[in-house]
């Protein structure tokens, strides 16, 4: 699901319902919908809008959820700690993928905060410490989030883990090379967890209009799937868009046969 969350978590809970539904009623299993689903980057503090897994957004995405009879993978923050930054008091968040589906409701923290190029998302995010992996039919699903992309172990240890299908929600930033680094990180990560990558991305704010500009963390579209050969097997543009995909757990088995590069666990 690719599409651009505003900075109300109330218009961006019925966006998301409205996706989910289309989504469900075109047969989908399986949701990804992109980080900051619930409230985009640069729209203020993400702490005055941060809601645990028992609040309202998470409720109801739960609620269709187990409604529609799929599971729901989408990003939103919830509140961590307190800490103590150049003399500010800082209620950090973790940046959540909540999951969520008929019997289950959980969420993976994302573990690699963005503290890159002068930004730290570490100063207003705490980073998770666990990885995380759900069934959807007879599917093992991995999780990650965005900036976990450029980190290949963890992709290598949820496959470790049975990650048949490894979800990416994602805000990824536009600019010069960004497309180019998306692509190949994606294509990267499948090649190195012989797994199904599914990408879903916040829609380039201003569309085609604005491409290849920088904008910042607020999305660049061209959310994918990528099959574990490192195939790209569809990928979106720059403007919101649904992207649908069968994802075969015998072509993952298939791969790993012809291609031993893991180490996986019994």
């Known amino acids: 699901m690719q599409l651009t969350s505003t900075g109300s978590i109330e218009e961006n809970q ?24 619930s409230q985009n980057f640069r729209s203020g503090r993400l702490d005055e809008q941060a809601q645990n897994l028992e609040g309202p957004f998470a409720t109801a995405i739960q609620e269709a959820a187990e409604e529609l ?7 939103m923050f919830c509140p961590a700690d307190t800490v103590e930054r150049e003399d500010k008091t800082i209620n950090r968040v973790s940046n959540t993928a909540l999951v969520a589906g008929p019997g289950v409701l959980g969420g993976y923290e994302k573990i690699h905060t963005y503290d890159a190029f002068d930004y ?17 039919d007879d599917l093992t699903v991995g999780v990650v989030v965005c900036y976990d992309i450029r980190f290949p172990e963890q992709f290598k240890e949820l496959a470790r883990e049975g990650a048949q299908l490894i979800v990416v929600p994602t ?3 536009d600019g010069p090379g960004k497309l180019e680094q998306w692509r190949l990180l994606t294509a990267a990560r499948a090649l190195d967890s ?17 491409a290849g500009t920088p904008s910042g963390p607020t999305g660049i579209g061209h959310s994918t799937i990528v099959d574990p050969n490192g195939v790209r097997v569809a990928e979106a543009g720059y403007e919101d868009e649904i992207l649908y995909a ?14 031993p590069v893991l180490e996986l666990n019994d």
Do not use: C, M
């Open 14 to 37: 019925e966006l998301a319902l409205d996706k989910i539904r289309e989504a469900a009623a075109a047969g989908a299993r399986l949701i990804v919908l992109p980080e900051a689903t």
């Open 69 to 75: 009879e799929v599971t729901v993978v989408v990003g």
């Open 171 to 173: 805000s990824w930033a």
């Open 194 to 210: 012989t797994s199904y990558i599914l990408a879903a991305g916040q829609s380039r704010p201003g569309g085609n209009a604005e």
């Open 120 to 136: 730290r998302e570490s100063d207003t995010v705490q980073p998770g410490e666990s990885l995380v992996t759900f069934d959807v």
């Open 246 to 259: 069968d994802i075969d757990p015998h072509e993952v088995a298939k791969t790993r046969r012809s291609l």
